[in-house]
Structures are given as structure tokens and as C-alpha cells.
Antibody, heavy 119, light 110 residues
């Protein structure tokens, strides 16, 4: 069955960096775009970034552009989010989601990994 | 302030039909398809409707979606207690070059 498992979350100080990973299995990872979506505590969903199946296209939310980088390794079925210059407002649960059949996240999401930015 | 506008709350009694609106603009809903997601407390979002009105397999036909102009709606008929959740709409925005979400609607089953 399809599984998306995020890892790499934790507590980090403002200004520092963190890299999240999302390990995919159960589907042809290299054929689908992939998204990162986050949710601050008690808040709604916020889209973060998307990467095309072949890494040729990457798009970011304005709030993270220039600080976050989305990438993937199709040989390892893994999606990444490099987060630099972290701010307290980046505190959230980060979900990865597959992007089959359209421009938005689709049917398979990970369970999320919590990133807490605090001094 | 979300790009897509949803009512913060909605409610209904068991068996009732409720609708949740999602208002956007000419750069998102009017020209791109809309997805709807259901999020139960403490869990990841679940895709409920895609391409405006399509249901993934396993989603009951009590859930339906529609779109007209710059707005979309999610309808839930035969409301059940397990439908109590947060609901989000989303669409691609051609001006922002990204996905935009609604602020979410908390549905309470009375």
C-alpha cells in the first residue's frame, strides 16, 4: 500500500537550518509531482512547495521563497525540504503529499513531522 | 488572510444537508479545478473531492462538490456524527504560481 513517511522534524533555534525527508513507497514515486504542506498549531493548512516528477519545475509559497528548497531523489524514492533561516512562524507540522492528477495535493499524505522553531 | 475564503464554522443535525462555500478569484477557482479535504482532529488531511466534483474511491456519495465562476461548494447530505471535522478547499493560483487553501471550515454535528 501507499506510504509516505516524513522525518527530520524537531526543535531548532531561529536562524538555523533543518532538512525534512519524506520516504515514499507503494507507488511509482518518479512519476508524480510532490508537495509539502504545513499546519501551524491550531491553524489551517498552508501550502509550502511543489516539485515536478523530474525536478524540472519547483514552486514555492511567498512566505518561504528564498529560504526553503524542495528537492527529490527518485532513485531513493525520497522527497526533501531544506529549510534555512528558520523563523518562529515556521513552527508547524509539515506534511508531504503526492500530486497525482492535478495541481493540488492529492490522495496520499504522510502523517506529518513537527518542526518547532524556538530559542 | 487566506486567498480562498471559507466560513469559519458550519453546523447541522444528523440527517441534514449542509453546504460549505469557498470563494476565490479569476486567477484560481475560475480557471483551475478545486479540491476539498477533510481533516479529523489529530490526523492528516484526506482528499474528499478532486477536479471540482470527483470523489476518490471510498468516499461516500453523500459528499459532492460543485463550482461556478469564482466560487465552489462542498455539500454533505445525510449528515453523520463522524462528519464532524475541518474542511478545506484548495486550487492552483496562476498569479501566485502556487496552491492556495481556504482558511478551513469547522463542521459541528449537533
Amino acid at each position: 500500500q501507499v506510504q509516505l513517511v516524513e522525518s527530520g522534524g524537531g526543535v531548532v533555534q531561529p536562524g538555523r537550518s533543518l532538512r525534512l525527508s519524506c520516504a515514499a513507497s507503494g507507488f511509482t514515486f518518479s512519476s508524480y509531482s510532490m508537495h509539502w504542506v504545513r499546519q501551524a498549531p491550531g491553524k489551517g493548512l498552508e501550502w509550502v512547495a511543489v516539485i515536478s516528477y523530474d525536478e524540472s519545475n519547483k514552486y514555492y509559497a511567498g512566505s518561504v521563497k528564498g529560504r526553503f528548497t524542495i528537492s527529490r531523489d527518485n532513485s531513493k524514492n525520497t522527497l526533501y525540504l531544506q529549510m534555512n533561516s528558520l523563523r518562529t512562524e515556521d513552527t508547524a507540522v509539515y506534511y508531504c503529499a503526492e500530486g497525482s492528477g492535478g495541481s493540488c495535493p492529492a490522495g496520499y499524505w504522510g502523517q506529518g513531522t513537527l518542526v518547532t522553531v524556538s530559542s | 488572510q487566506s486567498v480562498l475564503t471559507q466560513p469559519p464554522s458550519a453546523s447541522g443535525t444528523p440527517g441534514q444537508r449542509v453546504t460549505i462555500s469557498c470563494s476565490g478569484s479569476s486567477s484560481n477557482i475560475e480557471i483551475n479545478t478545486v479540491n476539498w479535504y477533510q481533516q479529523l482532529p489529530g490526523t492528516a488531511p484526506k482528499l474528499l473531492i478532486y477536479s471540482n466534483n470527483e470523489r476518490p474511491s471510498g468516499v461516500p456519495d453523500r459528499f459532492s462538490g460543485s463550482k461556478s465562476g469564482t466560487s465552489a461548494s462542498l455539500a454533505i447530505s445525510g449528515l453523520q456524527s463522524e462528519d464532524e471535522a475541518d474542511y478545506y478547499c484548495a486550487a492552483w493560483d496562476d498569479s501566485l504560481n502556487g496552491v492556495v487553501f481556504g482558511g478551513g471550515t469547522k463542521l459541528t454535528v449537533l
